[in-house]
């Protein structure tokens, strides 16, 4: 049987990181909320929440850091079996 090859990080391997595309699409959710305001991004029966769009930048950049935080860890995992 043979070896797997090892996976190695390329260039666009962040992609693949689901934390970038959901800080992406709630990125654009804040967005639109604030330019067509709260009720256009409101979910039926959601508590009314004055500056919504807010609430949903805020978010984006915490899952940003989340991805970010990630990536990094993987990348670093690379160093390690580098260095073993």
Not at 19 to 41: E, K, S
Not at 50 to 61: P, R
Request: glycine share 6%.
């Amino acid at each position: 049987m043979s070896e797997k090859r090892p996976v190695t990080p390329t260039k666009y391997s962040w992609m693949k990181n689901t934390y970038f595309w959901i800080a992406a699409v709630l990125f654009l959710l804040g967005i639109a909320g604030l330019i067509r305001g709260n009720d256009f991004i409101r979910d039926p029966g959601q508590r009314h929440e004055d500056k919504l769009w807010a609430i949903y930048l805020v978010a984006s950049v915490v899952m940003l850091v989340n991805g970010l935080i990630s990536h990094k860890l993987w990348l670093s995992s690379f160093a390690e079996k580098d260095s073993n």
